[in-house]
């Protein structure tokens, strides 16, 4: 089991910055990858980054160049970040973490969401 806590979102104007978190718990090290992910008032979730336990990054093409994840990995620890800067309000969604994770079955875990508002 893995639990996930996201904290950072608010409100900000165009061109802007946050930066996003998410606290890992539970059976991290049996984490695969992890990944934020979106979703707008009427429309679907989808992704907006990931990185496997690996290293290997990919973004979605509408934040790329703007939006950065990473990871820290300290000691028992392991933590979540989106740094999110030239906000648009396209941007605005509620953002969930998610994490792959299973030493043998992989499933899918996903923090509570946190909204992000940017105003135009």
């Known amino acids: 089991q893995v639990q996930l806590v996201e904290s950072g979102g608010g409100l900000v104007q165009a061109g802007g910055s946050l930066r996003l978190s998410c606290a890992a718990s539970?059976?991290?090290?049996?984490?695969?990858?992890m990944g934020w992910y979106r979703q707008a008032p009427g429309k679907q979730r989808e992704l907006v980054a990931t990185?496997?336990?690996?290293?290997?990054?990919?973004?979605a093409e509408s934040v790329e160049g703007r939006f950065t994840i990473y990871r820290d990995n300290a000691k028992n620890t392991l933590t979540l970040y989106l740094q999110m800067n030239s906000l648009k309000p396209e941007d605005t969604a509620v953002y969930y973490c998610?994490?792959?994770?299973?030493?043998?079955?992989?499933?899918?875990?996903w923090g509570q969401g946190t909204q992000v508002t940017v105003s135009s």
């Open positions: 990185i496997t336990s690996g290293g290997r990054i990919n973004y």
């Open positions: 998610n994490a792959a994770s299973g030493a043998v079955a992989v499933r899918d875990y």
């Open positions: 539970g059976s991290i090290f049996t984490i695969k990858a």
